[in-house]
């Protein structure tokens, strides 16, 4: 097929109109015509492939020129080059426009893109101190890491690969059905664009060994339960040269004896006799900030009251400040009572008004008055 229609007119754009004017018309026509959305559709075929022919002459600034000078003559006869072509070629030109929607980056004239190495998982269990103080430690790994012998080539040393010949070393092989194109990665280099006649003895052409590494990790201040540490490159080497994926270590916090934890407050249940509950006193509560915090305890506490003392909890990850203590009261009722302590709270009954427990003599206040009605 060869367009006689105005190649800025097939376009929807002025003479004038730069790269980049060019390319967004073009995408957004070659969306619109593309036999993939138009099945069937002869006039949408030919429209996709007159868009296709105008966009690969004017992308090209020799091209355009020649074109805005002599017009479609400058590419009859075999001048240009710019005339009949077959379907397999519009789609390179469509490719190479949505590539990024079409299956990602691409090098050496089509080839797929070196695949990146795995990321890996390791789980570590901290204690709540180490994630309030932070730590620095080791650990071991066993990853494939690019071999010494080859260097990651794959091939013996002395030795080089070769051009796949079975997709002349694009990594893709194509098949078209239909208005169709069909492309899938070579079946025989396995989308590397490449084949090794000579292996590496050690790696046997893949490029990689198994390898133990120890790797120092430090564990930020204020790290929490299911906290990602990254540690770039130290994943799987890639196949062949390819760069290596990352090492992500998942962090477990150990449960604690005293403390609990919600995000930078540390909870505490405090259990008090309730002699201090009535009269009031003082706790002493070790932090993990190795200091001893004193909780004033006023007169008359409830049980259940929560009592927050600030900046005794854990630290802001990666930030400044640190959060509260929050100790909750239970006020703990005797069950061993000497005859003495057993006489004086008699005593204390006999004397007792009701003023002293005003929420207990306003239930039975209620409770009396639900009978009575």
């Known amino acids: 097929m060869t367009t006689t229609i105005d190649y800025y007119e097939l376009l929807e754009c002025e003479r004038t109109a730069d790269a980049g004017t060019l390319k967004t018309s073009y995408r957004k026509l070659a969306m619109k015509y593309h036999p993939d959305k138009n099945a069937g559709c002869r006039e949408s075929e030919a429209k996709f492939k007159a868009v296709s022919e105008a966009y690969d002459i004017l992308k090209d600034p020799q091209k355009r020129a020649a074109y805005d000078r002599f017009g479609h003559a400058a590419f009859q006869n075999g001048a240009g080059g710019g005339g009949a072509q077959d379907f397999g070629g519009f789609s390179d030109i469509f490719e190479s426009v949505f590539g990024e929607f079409m299956g990602g980056a691409q090098r050496g004239g089509g080839r797929q893109a070196a695949r990146r190495g795995a990321d890996l998982r390791y789980d570590m269990e901290i204690t709540l101190e180490e994630a309030f103080h932070g730590k620095e430690t080791e650990i071991t790994v066993d990853v494939s890491a690019p071999c010494g012998t080859c260097h990651g080539s794959g091939a013996r040393p002395g030795t080089s690969s070769t051009t796949c010949r079975q997709c002349a070393g694009h990594g893709k092989v194509r098949a078209q059905q239909g208005f169709f194109v069909v492309e899938r990665a070579c079946p025989i280099c396995q989308g590397s664009g490449e084949m090794i006649a000579d292996p590496c003895p050690d790696c046997r052409g893949d490029g990689r060994v198994e390898q133990t590494k120890t790797l120092e990790v430090k564990v930020p201040p204020g790290v929490d339960e299911g906290t990602r540490i990254r540690l770039g490159n130290e994943g799987e080497a890639g196949a062949r040269g390819a760069p290596p994926g990352d090492l992500y270590i998942f962090l477990h916090v150990k449960r604690h004896a005293l403390f609990e934890r919600d995000g930078t407050t540390l909870f505490a249940r405090a259990p008090i006799s309730f002699t201090t509950a009535a009269l009031g006193g003082t706790l002493h509560i070790p932090g993990l900030d190795d200091q001893t915090h ?36 239970d006020v703990e009722t005797p069950t061993k009572l000497s005859t003495r302590q057993r006489e004086l709270l008699e005593m204390f009954r006999e004397t007792e008004t009701g003023d002293e427990c005003p929420a207990s003599q306003g239930f039975f206040a209620k409770l009396k008055k639900a009978v009575a009605g």
Do not use: C, N, T
Request: no cysteine; hydrophobic share 40%; proline share 6%.
């Open 294 to 329: 004193e909780i004033r305890i006023p007169v008359g506490i409830q049980s259940g009251k929560q009592l927050r003392h600030r900046g005794a909890g854990m630290p802001v990850l990666q930030g400044r400040g640190v959060g509260d203590l929050v100790v909750q009261i």
